[in-house]
């Protein structure tokens, strides 16, 4: 190996400021005298005193407002039910057992079935469920319990 031969290094390592007397960067550490820069980091939303961007932009208002914190329930598609036994009763703890949802997500987010796929069983099914996948569930001899809630 010799001087000549050796790969040229181009890249430059950040500079370390605030490190002490032995960095060559004493007293200011290389920010200059005064002023915001020299100052410790400012929020990275600050905008030059202007009015931040949040502050400029108008408040939600009405029902939905809060729609984006609102938890969709885990979607299951017909096709996927083929796994289940003939006559079985579709229900989350079914779903659970059969290691189709997950136990956790399915109890704080709920369950609906939608009508993507053929179905060749007929099931009892106990959970939200859409028209087509409705109509594709009776059309294979099954039937669609709904809960109907009473006070």
Do not use: W
């Amino acid at each position: 190996m010799q001087l000549n031969n050796l790969v040229s290094i181009k890249t430059k390592s950040k500079r370390r400021l605030g490190q002490g007397h032995g960095s060559g960067r004493v007293k200011t550490s290389g920010r200059g005298t005064k002023g915001q820069n020299a100052r410790s980091s400012r929020a990275l939303s600050f905008e030059g005193g202007a009015l931040p961007l949040i502050k400029r932009l108008p408040f939600r208002r009405g029902k939905d407002r809060n729609k984006i914190f609102k938890n969709k329930p885990i979607v299951i598609n017909i096709k996927v039910l083929e796994l289940l036994k003939e006559g079985s009763i579709v229900d989350l703890k079914t779903l659970i057992s059969n290691h189709i949802v997950e136990e956790e997500e399915a109890k704080e987010y709920g369950v609906k079935i939608l009508g993507d796929g053929q179905i060749k069983k007929s099931l009892v099914i106990k959970l939200p469920i859409s028209k087509k996948a409705e109509q594709k569930i009776i059309k294979a001899g099954g039937r669609v319990e709904r809960e109907t809630v009473t006070k």
